[in-house]
């Protein structure tokens, strides 16, 4: 069996994996959501952009899912604190997301212009609202976030919902949605043709140049946050235990991992560069490449997250030494290794049938498409 | 201490959660198999009529897939939200099952419906029947996990408690895999989806046959449901025997509320078929009764006697007693890791812990515990007894009455004789709501009984929840009962248009009412 400590940071790198794949996945269906009521101007055009993510966005939902259960398998604690804290920012998504399955379902399903607009709007707060409100979760996360523990390990969050809603953390939440919005619009412009494709390529290219601004914004800002820094020795092999630390708040802390690891220059490196990259290629009609790079990106961008916060999940600004990390959050050895083994067999799978999912449907979705098929698409 | 209201809210909102969500999961569970049959039997024969079956049916299995994703997101994040020292306490196992669902079953499901429903001419027949198939797998392996998972909390087999941790590990996976409980619970479960989706399929045919419109394809429907149905009303009988047999190992004391079993009988105890009871006074003030049917069914012996609610009493006053040292053990040792002499008190009380943390209902410390307060949460520990009894029974009544129905309606199939027999199909067309009865009933007697734990010997309800203000709970309990009201409304309107359309919405030219396609294109429809 692995080590501990190992697989302590395996999970950390698993759970990263799982986000990025959700990024890159469920992300671009909410890309398209979010662009459906701007870029499709006739209801026609609406159903072009709806059906070239109709038959996938059920099963990119599920990197959403599984990101949770993996969250909860892997890191207990975290799962626990971090939903009941941000009670509200998490209910408020599942309650936009709802607005998705029935979206895609339902709309097409009557014909009168009101209800289709209406479930246009839905599919439009679907993809929109769950990528802002991740954002500015992740920009309080590098804050840090009031909740403290108790001998029994029971938790107590003491902020409030619009206490999240500050200014870093909102400016967090414009990187999430102008790159979530990017990498929607890399995908849709590969499945579309004609004026859709035109309008897309327009609108992908805006939030890919307003997320490189705002991810630098950011990027300047948090030199100037106060990060956490373990103080104490860190038995790396030990019992979980987030209570057994001393943690410290400091201005700076967050760009020590880059001072340690100059390599790690490369991740906000990509994410500027993916950007740019994508917005040229998108310039050129080099859809394919560009969302390539625009997934490239949200690596950059998810990694840099990571990597400044490293070993840190969630630290707590009201009490410091009950912040949780990689080390003392994590499930017991035996539910590690078991869920280590358990993603390394069904991960591939995923990949594969999810794939030749796509390979299946390959092509362009025109207004041609839509018509001959009026009973059965979306 | 944590607030009773909170407690009650949280775990309303659990309930009509969990409630809304098992209104579409049974029918997504057996409509698949439908539609696999259908689909089979389209590659063997090639005759479109049964193409045309999977896609009309699949239809209507879509409008309800998609409220059971929705629904369904709510319940992996919810233990999070408003369950937070649940998860933090009982994580290390419970999410593990949660996560496999995910990887090995949902995410299957979930991208193989979308090839379900757009693959139709990018798939050669076989390949097409494949991902039928492997969809219907996904959609059952989900089930099982999920079973697992709910079957730990009734049945915490594999895991032991850390004081260091403060929570529950994992010692044994494959003991929580193979969980009997588990494993009844899957079995019985799916027999109740199979049969939702049966019921479902055979009650729409029989409105077309009542209306003599699409006969042949509404006969051929009939037949695959009723054929299917009997065979999963029989099996959702037997194996609920089965899994009536698992609780009365694990779990005696929802045996006993189920059957108000106040005293216990000599065995072979006998089946109280119904009673009067006497809620206050604990007892029964009639009741009729079988005789051995019950010993029987609990125990598979004639000799072995099932304990009644007042033995069951009798050893958690013992077990609660017991507790209270384990707790008192554990604080000293949450205080100080290396006190021995609580450390040893610990492991010779720490089976009775979760018993000792029913009093954290009354008092935070366990030195102002008063022999009253121990017979109020001995007193908890049995579930009330009216709804437990009551709930049960409407469950099986319905569930013989459907296999009378699916009998008679195979046989009707087999002598082709379905149209002449006006009654069975108006009979099929009002045990329409009769599934989702049993199934929400069902749903209700195993968690409601399970009370006053989420998990049961080891962590009580009240502890569990999320430290949470009361309002937020208001909030979100009217936030969600709103949001699913409103989705369940516009899921009814659809479901019942098209299944009044019928298989003309596919737009073939082939059935009635393909009328109604134009009229709604041209906007000239029911719809305004």
């Not at chain 2, 009378?404 to 149209?419: D, M, N, R, Y």
């Amino acid at each position: 069996m692995i080590d501990y400590s190992t697989l302590k940071i395996i999970w950390w790198i698993l759970v990263g994996i799982l986000l990025i794949g959700f990024a890159i996945m469920d992300g671009h269906d909410m890309g398209v959501g979010t662009l459906l009521p701007f870029v499709g101007k006739t209801d026609l055009e609406r159903r072009v952009v709806i059906n070239t993510v109709g038959p996938h966005w059920e099963g990119n939902q599920v990197w959403f899912i599984t990101g949770g259960g993996a969250i909860f398998a892997a890191w207990p604690v975290v799962y626990a604190t971090a939903f009941s804290g941000f009670y509200w920012a998490l209910l408020a998504v599942l309650w936009a997301l709802f607005l998705r399955p029935v979206g895609f379902d339902y709309r097409s399903k009557i014909h009168n212009s009101t209800w289709r607009s209406v479930w246009d709007w839905g599919l439009f707060i679907g993809g929109a609202v769950p990528p802002l409100i991740f954002g500015v979760a992740f920009g309080n996360l590098l804050e840090g976030v009031p909740f403290q523990f108790d001998s029994y390990m029971v938790s107590t969050y003491s902020g409030s919902f619009w206490q999240l809603l500050n200014p870093f953390a909102l400016l967090a939440g414009v990187v999430s949605s102008t790159m979530i919005t990017m990498q929607g619009g890399a995908y849709l412009a590969h499945r579309t043709e004609g004026e859709i494709q035109r309008r897309t390529i327009i609108g992908a290219i805006g939030a890919a140049l307003l997320m490189v601004l705002a991810f630098v914004a950011a990027g300047i800002w948090l030199q100037f946050i106060p990060g956490y820094r373990i103080t104490s020795v860190m038995d790396t092999g030990a019992l979980a235990d987030p209570m057994n630390k001393t943690v410290i708040r400091e201005s700076g802390a967050w760009m020590v991992n880059y001072g340690k690891q100059p390599l790690l220059w490369l991740l906000p490196a990509i994410a500027v560069a993916g950007a740019l990259v994508t917005a040229a290629l998108l310039v050129a009609r080099r859809t394919l490449a560009g969302f390539v790079t625009s997934s490239l990106a949200l690596v950059g961008v998810i990694g840099t997250a990571g990597a400044s916060m490293f070993p840190f999940l969630m630290p707590s600004s009201s009490m410091p030494g009950a912040s949780l990390t990689l080390w003392d959050s994590v499930s017991s050895h035996l539910t590690l290794g078991i869920m280590f083994w358990a993603t390394v067999i069904f991960m591939p799978l995923i990949l594969f049938y999810t794939s030749w999912a796509y390979r299946v449907m390959r092509g362009k979705v025109t207004v041609e498409h839509i018509q001959a098929n009026e009973h059965s698409a979306y | 201490m944590i607030s009773e209201q909170l407690v009650d809210l949280s775990r309303l909102q659990f309930a009509a959660t969990a409630l809304y969500h098992f209104l579409f999961v049974p029918l997504t569970l057996g409509m698949v198999w439908l539609l696999l049959i259908m689909e089979s039997v389209y590659v063997m024969t090639g005759k479109v009529i049964w193409r045309d079956m999977t896609q009309f049916w699949g239809k209507l299995f879509g409008i309800n897939f998609a409220l059971g994703v929705t629904t369904g997101i709510t319940l992996e994040f919810q233990f999070g939200t408003n369950w937070a020292y649940y998860s933090h306490y009982v994580g290390d196992i419970f999410g593990a099952p949660l996560a496999i669902e995910g990887l090995m079953a949902f995410f299957l499901e979930s991208t193989l419906i979308g090839l379900f429903f757009f693959g139709w001419s990018r798939l050669s027949k076989p390949k097409h029947l494949l991902v039928t198939m492997l969809m219907a797998i996904g959609t059952n392996l989900s089930a099982l996990w999920i079973l697992i998972a709910n079957g730990w909390m009734q049945n915490p087999v594999g895991a032991e408690f850390s004081y260091q941790t403060m929570r529950m590990e994992m010692i044994d996976f494959w003991a929580v895999v193979f969980n009997p409980d588990a494993q009844a619970k899957f079995v019985h479960t799916v027999s109740a989806g199979y049969l939702t989706g049966s019921m479902f399929v055979l009650s729409i045919s029989s409105w077309y046959l009542l209306r003599k419109r699409d006969v042949e394809f509404a006969k051929r429907s009939f037949g695959v449901a009723a054929a299917f149905g009997l065979a999963s009303a029989l099996s959702v009988i037997v194996l609920g025997d089965e899994s009536g047999y698992t609780v009365g190992e694990a779990q005696q004391t929802k045996m006993a509320a189920i059957e108000a079993m106040w005293q216990t009988k000599p065995a072979p105890a006998g089946l109280t078929l119904i009673a009067g009871i006497n809620e206050t006074e604990q007892k029964n003030d009639w009741e009729v009764e079988i005789p051995w049917v019950m010993g029987l069914i609990g125990t598979r012996s004639v000799t072995r006697q099932i304990p009644g609610i007042n033995d069951i009493k009798i050893k958690n006053h013992e077990r609660v007693t017991n507790g209270i040292i384990a707790v008192k053990a554990l604080e000293a040792l949450r205080q100080n890791r290396n006190d021995v002499q609580a450390l040893s008190t610990f492991n010779a009380t720490k089976a009775d812990l979760g018993f000792g943390l029913l009093l954290k209902r009354y008092v935070s410390d366990m030195a102002q515990v008063t022999p009253a307060l121990i017979d109020r949460a001995v007193n908890d520990t049995i579930p009330r007894v009216v709804p437990m009894f009551w709930g049960f029974r409407i469950m099986v009544v319905l569930g013989f009455a459907m296999l009378a129905l699916f009998g008679l309606a195979f046989f009707s199939t087999i002598k082709v004789a379905q149209e002449k027999k006006p009654w069975l199909l108006k009979w099929a067309l009002w045990m329409l709501p009769a599934p989702w009865i049993a199934c929400e009933l069902g749903w209700f007697v195993a968690e409601y009984g399970r009370q006053p734990w989420t998990i049961y010997g080891v962590l009580p309800t009240h502890l569990s929840v999320s430290t949470l203000s009361v309002n937020s709970l208001y909030g979100s309990l009217a936030g969600f009962i709103g949001f699913y009201t409103i989705l369940l409304v516009v899921e009814m309107y659809l479901m019942i248009r098209f299944a009044k359309q019928g298989p003309g919405s596919l737009g073939t030219g082939r059935y009635a009412f393909e009328a109604m396609n134009h009229e709604a294109a041209n906007g000239t429809g029911e719809k305004k």
